[in-house]
């Protein structure tokens, strides 16, 4: 039984689409996913992160949706924030190139180093990964790199996206998300 099906159950739509299409369904499953994947804490990736001598920005591998820690010979560095670096030294930025020690999560697609790499780099960053879409041919949830969703997560998976697209479309009749 598909994630779809257990989704059209609550909404009583067993016998097929009457109001929400599949595609209404896979989109709520979906935005359901991304909202509960960093809570779970599920499993973590490693992906390689290349550093190029001279940049200050490093983009965040396509696979990494939130990035956690940043590895290099066996040293972890967590990702801080651009307030904790000013506190840390408040000169920062005339700080001659070295290799980088301090990461900050500057937006949704880039990290900044301190200082500038002086040289190319390959360090590696682990965070949590993406969430498997569910769509047309992979209607399974898929959590990381593991196929088996624990019955109670699948469940809420399915309430929480049953209860969204109630909440859009019947606010009366549904609980709020």
Do not use: C
Not at 16 to 24: E, I, L, Y
Not at 50 to 58: L, M, S
Not at 131 to 140: D, L
């Amino acid at each position: 039984m598909s994630i779809v099906t257990d989704v059209q159950e609550l909404l009583d739509e067993v016998s097929g689409a009457v109001f929400w299409t599949p595609a209404h369904i896979y989109d709520a499953v979906n935005r359901t996913l991304l909202e509960i994947t960093p809570k779970l804490q599920y499993t973590y990736i490693s992906v390689p992160l290349d550093i190029a001598a001279g940049n200050e920005f490093v983009m965040i591998p396509p696979t990494i949706y939130i990035p956690k820690t940043i590895i290099y010979n066996n040293k972890k560095y967590f990702i801080t924030s651009h307030a904790d670096l000013e506190r840390f030294n408040r000169e920062w930025k005339k700080i001659s190139s070295a290799q980088p020690r301090s990461f900050i999560l500057w937006d949704a697609s880039y990290i900044r180093m301190f200082p500038r790499a002086n040289v190319d780099y390959t360090y590696f960053i682990q965070g949590i990964p993406y969430p498997t879409e569910v769509s047309v041919g992979q209607e399974e949830l898929v959590i990381g790199t593991n196929t088996y969703v624990p019955v109670l997560l699948r469940r809420a998976v399915a309430m929480i996206s049953a209860a969204r697209l109630m909440w859009s479309t019947i606010p009366d009749q549904a609980a709020e998300v």
